[in-house]
């Protein structure tokens, strides 16, 4: 069983990279977007909404080479046996791994953040349960806004 630690990262000006073009790479680039990181994405095929996003992609095929050079990534290929793969290349080059919906590969989680200026509110449930540290964090951020706001 994996036992995540919640820290923040500063990712300002760091390289991460999205393996993967479908929906689950654009979610995690919705998100990451929010920071000063340099994202790149690489995929067999990559979706319209990456394309026209302005961030930087390769179509291409994952090799084990394509790892070098960043702080963390993202793989959200829908491929098990593929994302297997990428993780343990990951672990073997020293780059933190996030598997998509597969907690078991991962050396991070994303937690569900709610941000006010300066102030962010992390919500993770150690990788159990994504929609209730969504429902917990709305409510944070619900009591949080009428706290400050009114």
């Given amino acids: 069983m994996k036992n995540f630690l919640p820290i923040a990262i500063n990712i300002a000006d760091q390289k991460i990279l999205i393996i993967g073009g479908g929906h689950s790479a654009w979610s995690k680039i ?3 977007q929010r920071f000063d ?16 996003s302005g961030i930087p992609y390769k ?3 994952y090799e084990k080479a394509d790892l070098r050079g960043y702080l963390m990534f993202y793989s959200c290929t829908n491929n098990p046996e593929l994302d297997q793969q990428i993780a343990e290349d990951g ?5 933190l791994v996030n598997i998509h919906d597969q907690p078991d590969l991962c050396q991070f989680v994303s937690p569900a953040i709610y941000q006010d200026g300066d102030i962010r509110v992390a919500v993770s449930s150690n990788a159990k349960d994504v929609f209730a540290s969504i429902r917990i964090r709305n409510e944070i951020k619900e009591y ?5 706001h009114n």
């Fill in 91 to 95: 672990k073997e080059a020293g780059v």
């Fill in 37 to 52: 990181a340099n994202i790149e994405v690489i995929a067999r095929e990559v979706s319209e909404e990456i394309k026209q």
């Fill in 30 to 32: 919705k998100i990451l």
């Fill in 59 to 61: 179509e291409k095929d």
């Fill in 144 to 148: 949080l806004e009428n706290k400050i």
